[in-house]
Structures are given as C-alpha cells and as structure tokens.
Nanobody
Framework: QVQLVESGGGLVQPGGSLRLSCTAS????????MAWYRQAPGKPRELVAA???????NYGDFVKDRFIISRDNAKNTVYLQMNSLKPEDTAVYYC?????????????????WGQGTQVNVSS
C-alpha cells in the first residue's frame, strides 16, 4: 500500500558530501514523520535523522551538525544532505515513514521501511 523509492547512495571520499532522497507514495491519509536510519555491518540499526510533517527535526548524536534533513510535503519526499562524511558513516541507509490511513472508518497509524541504499566513504 506504501512504496518508498530511495536514491543518492554511492561511494564518496572522506570529507565529501552525498544527498539521499526518499519519495513516498500510496493510498494513505497522511505521511507523518519521515526519517533516515542506518546500519553498518555487525551493528544495530540507528537513527540518523527524523523530520515531522511540521518540520521539527531530530538527529542522532553522531551527526554533530554534519547532516541536514529536510522534506517537501507536496512531493512526499525527504532528503538527507550529508557533509563532511567519514569512513565510519559507511552503512546501508534506510528510509522510514510513519503514515496514517483509514480502514472501515477507523484511523490506523502504521510504518514502513525502504529497502536501503548503500553509502561507502573511502579513499
């Protein structure tokens, strides 16, 4: 019912930048909080950044002003601008969305994960 299309991953040198995009679609009432998580090999998945429909943001402690999350509500798209990338930022980055829909007259709040996009930071 919901689809997430992620793009923007790839290989970048340390100190470089990448911009990730994630576009949500589906027959829903609303897309609420949209977020990026990441998972490195052998490590748990962790929050990178999240943004509400009202543009309130939350970042993982490791971001330290290097990343900026934004969204275009008209396009149901969330962006993650990543600057000053480090080798330890290497991971699969996953888009996550909280959404609401109505079933038989009742509101349901659900969530959905994208399939992930690989980010490699290496010289």
């Amino acid at each position: 019912q919901v689809q997430l299309v992620e793009s923007g991953g790839g290989l970048v040198q340390p100190g470089g930048s990448l911009r990730l995009s994630c576009t949500a679609s589906g027959n829903v009432f609303s897309f609420n909080t949209m977020a990026w998580y990441r998972q490195a090999p052998g490590k748990p998945r962790e929050l990178v950044a999240a943004i509400t429909s009202g543009a309130s943001t939350n970042y993982g402690d490791f971001v330290k002003d290097r990343f900026i999350i934004s969204r275009d509500n008209a396009k149901n798209t969330v962006y993650l601008q990543m600057n000053s990338l480090k080798p330890e930022d290497t991971a699969v980055y996953y888009c996550h969305v909280d959404y609401s829909l109505y079933l038989a007259g009742f509101r349901r709040d659900l969530d959905y994960w994208g399939q992930g996009t690989q980010v490699n930071v290496s010289s």
